[in-house]
């Protein structure tokens, strides 16, 4: 109250405060080609136990396979060195996702619940799915043995099998495997009675196992394309994939590499 009763005196002006400065757009992500040269090398996500596929030959300890020879030559067409990263089917969704690795090239079969999380290339493959038994075994001779109660069928865990037999097994159980314990193991000590897998999976098994028996499916069960994968929206680099993939097709490439892994049955054009 100001002296003598008057009005009140007027408040002292206070300015505004200065307004906040406009937020600053965020920095775009560098285009992947940037990236992998900025790097100096591309690098590509691989399972190593997959045999025909990106497998890690126990004798020599060199990496060979259908998509090992795609991965180099892919780096060599953009002029670039390679590196893998080893990784398995529970853990590459998110790798990609991080940026460990710039892509998939381990047979990665599409489905609804991937294309969720990740881009698709072009298929390259297409393999039904087959039953690995022992030769002894007396409950299973047979593909309409494999659902029946009492029998054990094993996948491996973050494989498009895990989800196939967990909607299509009714009387059997289903056991899923987790590194590094291993289907084969699991059979042989009789805690399962099969395990599920693919074309090039199998033909291991019958190559490489004397006890091994591989049942073939009616039709093409669980029939799946496989493609190379990336992370989402990366439209530029999913072009450059399926460009390269596409010329592997047209000029032999894919053909004569699925040849020295006898894949040659499996491959798409």
């Known amino acids: 109250m100001a002296q003598g009763g008057g009005s009140p005196a ?17 920095t775009p992500a560098p285009e992947r080609l940037t990236l992998i040269r900025q790097r100096g090398a591309l690098l590509v996500c ?8 990106s497998w890690r030959n126990p004798r020599s300890g060199d990496l ?18 390679l590196r893998f990263v080893e990784t398995n089917f529970v853990e590459f969704a998110d790798r990609l996702e991080k940026g460990d690795c710039d892509i998939a090239m381990m047979g990665v079969g599409v489905t609804a619940d991937r294309a969720r999380q990740m881009a698709f290339s072009k298929p390259y493959l297409s393999s039904a799915v087959y ?11 047979a593909w309409a043995d494999l659902d029946r109660a009492g029998n054990v069928v094993a996948v491996a865990a973050g494989t498009f099998m895990e989800s196939l037999m967990r909607d299509t097994l009714t009387a059997a159980e289903l056991l899923v495997v987790r590194q590094p314990a291993t289907r084969e193991a699991e059979v042989l000590s009789g805690r399962a009675d099969a395990f599920m897998s693919d074309y090039p999976y199998t033909r291991r098994m019958t190559e490489t196992h004397a ?6 499916p009616p039709g093409r069960f669980g029939d799946t394309l496989y493609a190379y994968a990336v992370a989402r929206q990366e439209r530029a680099w999913l072009d450059e994939v399926n460009t390269f993939l596409t010329a592997a097709k047209m000029d032999g490439t894919l053909a004569r590499i699925a040849a020295r892994y006898s894949l040659s049955p499996i491959v798409m054009y």
Do not use: C, H, K
Request: glycine fraction near 4%; hydrophobic fraction near 50%.
């Open 10 to 26: 007027p408040a002292p002006f206070a300015p505004a405060p200065p307004a906040a400065p406009a937020a600053l757009p965020p």
């Open 46 to 53: 691989i399972w190593p136990e997959y045999y025909a596929i």
């Open 64 to 81: 060979e396979g259908l998509d090992v020879e795609m991965a180099q030559a892919f780096a060599a067409r953009l002029g670039t060195p």
């Open 131 to 141: 039953a690995v038994t022992t030769r002894e075994n007396p409950r299973v001779g």
């Open 211 to 216: 006890w091994a028996r591989v049942l073939s």
